[in-house]
């Protein structure tokens, strides 16, 4: 991580004043403090923002008003976004773990940064990161890149799952800059990578997010969002194990293996980059592993039947038996639903559209 000054705003006007072109933004850090340890980014100057007064829901003829620093899990828990813009709240659901959720802001989740991983390993070329240098992931490792919206400089994806329902509602952001305050459809604040992937907003430098306007229309109260990718939704596991001596220990190395099995059948693969023959995800960051928001409730039963042939006690080790049988189950699953049998792990929908 790179030196940088730090700063505390308690108004606006402040961080504003303290913002500007090398500087950012520290609402939740979610993103920002990941970039900045990869040395992704490289601000001189961090404004932390969080004593600014830029929190609240508000619900009133006119529409729905979030400001930018309430947090993701507040807003998607509020009653009244649940009742009159549920595939808001369903957006903000299906976003990252509980975790994440609990510290990251309104107003920072639609700016978070791309998570193709050619931009996050400044070892490879990006030309998001430093323009002209290329783009490797157009004939790389690119299953989870964009199919529309591209170009020849750059098909990285937005990472957002709340922006895309806020632009479905036609939100406004709310922003201050240096210049005064402005709104701006969140559908005109976000750019297409054309032929300068490396400039994503038409923020200007310093500019702050302040809040988010939500009008109110008429299909929201019957709305939904709907994510659609492998996820599984509910998992049973039975296992003779022998006697059970410590039920608690038990259960949870069979929970552990079917964690296992979830991130083996859907997740987790090694990635050659041709034709370099380089490793594209040789890192913790780029190779995906099932994190909370993956793993749904497990259902663990154990048979208790004393295997007495085996020993006089009946008890046998468990070991890896939790994880034996999970990514076929899956897949069995995954055929049942769409009739396609797919034989290669992990399981993705470019290889169920294939």
């Known amino acids: 991580m790179r030196a940088f000054t730090f ?6 006007n402040e961080a504003v004043a303290g913002g500007g072109s090398g500087s950012a933004y520290l609402a939740g850090g979610t993103t920002l403090v990941d970039l900045i340890k990869l040395e992704v980014l490289a601000p001189g100057r961090v404004v932390d923002i969080n004593r600014l ?25 509020d009653r009244r976004v649940v009742s009159d813009y549920p595939a808001v709240a369903q957006a903000l659901l299906a976003s990252a773990s509980p975790q994440i959720r609990n510290m990251a802001s309104i107003g920072g989740n639609p700016l978070q940064r791309t998570r193709c991983g050619y931009f996050r390993d400044t070892a490879t070329p990006c ?11 157009i004939e790389g490792e690119n299953r989870t890149h964009a199919v529309l919206g591209t170009s020849d400089h ?14 479905a509602f036609d939100a406004l952001v709310e922003l201050t800059g240096r210049d005064g305050s402005r709104s701006v459809p969140l559908a005109d604040l976000y750019r297409l ?13 310093g500019e702050l997010i302040t809040g988010v306007t939500v009008p109110r229309v008429a299909a929201a109260q019957r709305s939904a969002y709907l994510k659609v990718g ?18 608690k220990a038990a259960r949870s190395q069979m929970v552990g293996g079917a964690i296992f099995g979830i991130g083996q ?6 990635h050659v980059e041709t034709p370099s023959g380089r490793w594209a995800n040789a890192n913790l960051a780029d190779y995906l592993l099932a994190v909370n928001a993956d793993i749904p409730p497990i259902d663990v039963h154990l048979l208790d039947h004393p295997d007495t042939p085996f020993n006089p006690v009946g008890v046998r080790g468990i070991g890896e038996l939790g994880n034996v049988g999970v990514a076929a189950a899956i897949g069995n699953a995954i055929y049942n639903a769409t009739g396609k049998r797919v034989r290669d792990l992990p399981i993705t929908l470019d290889k169920l559209l294939d």
Not at 7 to 12: D, F, G, I, L, R
Not at 54 to 62: E, N
């Open 265 to 270: 059948a859907l997740f987790e693969g090694s």
């Open 154 to 167: 750059c098909v990285a994806t937005h990472p957002s799952d709340l922006a895309v329902a806020l632009v």
């Open 53 to 77: 007064p830029l929190r609240g829901v508000q619900l009133d003829r006119s529409g729905l008003r979030i400001g930018a620093l309430e947090r993701m899990a507040t807003v998607a828990t």
């Open 193 to 205: 990578p054309g032929g300068t992937p490396q400039i994503e907003t038409e923020l200007r430098p």
């Open 7 to 12: 700063a505390q705003a308690t108004t606006v």
């Open 230 to 247: 492998p996820r599984v939704r509910r998992l049973t596991t039975v296992a003779d194990a022998g006697q059970i001596v410590n039920l």
């Open 127 to 137: 030309n998001r990161r430093e323009p002209g240098r290329g783009c490797p992931a």
